[in-house]
Nanobody, 115 residues
Framework: AVQLVESGGGLGQPGGSLRLSCAAS????????MYWVRQAPGKGLEWVSS????????YYADSVKGRFTISRDNANNTVYLQMNSLKTEDTALYYC????????RGQGTQVTVSS
């Protein structure tokens, strides 16, 4: 069964940085695109970023473009999200997923941006 375990969330300051990790198992990680999605309080799931199976392609929501960087390590079945220049509106529960709608996602890691 697909298992995704996110980590690395916490409290960040506006303008600061956090790095999220997601350990994947139960499927052929190196053959799958991977995604980060998030859910802010009281809102629906929002796609944040995508990365192709061999890291050839990366895509970002306009709201995070230029601030967040997605990457992956296929040798260790892990996908990352480097979050820089944090804003209060980045506060959300962040999930890694095997689809951009978040239908197959982990339990999430909380990111709170506040001074």
């Amino acid at each position: 069964a697909v298992q995704l375990v996110e980590s690395g969330g916490g409290l960040g300051q506006p303008g600061g940085s956090l790095r999220l990790s997601c350990a994947a198992s139960g499927f052929t990680f190196s053959s799958r695109w991977m995604y980060w999605v998030r859910q802010a309080p009281g809102k629906g799931l929002e796609w944040v970023s995508s990365i192709s199976d061999k890291s050839q392609y990366t895509y970002y929501a306009d709201s995070v473009k230029g601030r967040f960087t997605i990457s992956r390590d296929n040798a260790n079945n892990t996908v990352y999200l480097q979050m820089n220049s944090l804003k209060t509106e980045d506060t959300a529960l962040y999930y890694c997923a095997t689809d951009r709608y978040g239908n197959s996602r982990g339990q999430g890691t909380q990111v709170t941006v506040s001074s």
